[in-house]
């Protein structure tokens, strides 16, 4: 059973950093497009980074030179460095996989991906 943790997320002022991790068990990470989402509340659930299975990396414009994805396959574990945060960046935060195999492109599509984890909380005040 493919199972997705996030941990990581809490409450910082702005210009402060996170690092969320996502802890996946029951598949093999490698062979999966991997992702970061947020949702504000009453905001619609968008893409913030992806990593494919050969490490390349896509981010939201919003994001860019701010977040890092990451992630480590012998620990099956996916991460998400946040620095210089926002207000504008709280929400939950979101990982979620889709199999490779399955995708054209691995990209910011929330409607792609079918494995989600229960989400952690970002709460950055100014």
């Known amino acids: 059973q493919v199972q997705l943790v996030e941990s990581g997320g809490g409450s910082v002022q702005a210009g402060g950093s996170l690092r969320l991790s996502c802890a996946a068990s029951?598949?093999?990470?490698?062979?999966?497009?991997m992702g970061w989402f947020r949702q504000a509340p009453g905001k619609e659930r968008e893409g913030v980074a992806v990593?494919?299975?050969?490490?390349?990396?896509t981010y939201a414009d919003s994001v860019k030179g701010r977040f890092t994805i990451s992630k480590d396959n012998a620990k099956n574990t996916l991460y998400l460095q946040l620095n210089s945060l926002k207000p504008e960046d709280t929400a939950m935060y979101y990982c979620?996989?889709?199999?490779?195999?399955?995708?054209?492109?691995?990209?910011?599509?929330?409607?792609?991906?079918?494995?989600w984890g229960q989400g952690t909380q970002v709460t950055v005040s100014s």
């Open positions: 029951g598949y093999t990470l490698s062979n999966y497009c």
């Open positions: 979620a996989a889709e199999p490779r195999s399955w995708l054209l492109v691995c990209r910011l599509r929330p409607t792609d991906f079918g494995h």
């Open positions: 990593i494919d299975t050969d490490g390349s990396t």
